[in-house]
């Protein structure tokens, strides 16, 4: 793995265990409120999502053998699993697109060398 993407696969691990909290939350076998997963959620994407390592990955766009931005496809499915937690912070009974997650998960996790998760979250379990 490229130093670059083992600086930010830490988190993609963070978020994978947040995700499977929050799974068995929904099963109730795990205590902690879905606040406290979003907000540790929410650290980890800031971490993935940083603008200036963003714009930096953007510009490797523009080279002769460009690579795939793979830190902002991670940092947007970061970002909807922080937003299908606050749904579940918000209601009991949350409606989102579960096959937009799990894909947008998946492919960050194969580009990382992960195997993708199967959990309520993603309707996968």
Excluded: W
């Excluded at 696969?9 to 879905?34: H, N, T």
């Excluded at 990955?57 to 699993?81: D, V, W």
């Excluded at 918000?90 to 959990?119: F, H, N, R, V």
Aim: net charge neutral; aromatic share 4%.
């Amino acid at each position: 793995m490229r130093e670059a993407q083992l600086a930010f696969a830490r988190q993609v691990i963070l978020l994978r265990r947040y995700e499977l909290e929050a799974a068995d939350r929904l099963k109730g076998l795990d205590s902690r409120p879905f606040a406290f997963l979003r907000d540790e959620a929410k650290q980890a994407t800031a971490v993935i999502a940083d603008p200036d390592k963003l714009k930096a990955e953007e510009a490797l766009e523009r080279c002769p053998n460009p690579t795939q931005s793979i830190r902002k496809i991670c940092a947007g499915s970061a970002q909807l699993l922080v937003a299908i937690i606050e749904k579940h912070v918000a209601s009991t009974a949350p409606d989102y697109d579960k096959p937009q997650y799990a894909s947008a998960m998946a492919e960050c996790e194969t580009l990382l060398g992960l195997k993708p998760l199967a959990t309520r979250i993603r309707a996968t379990e």
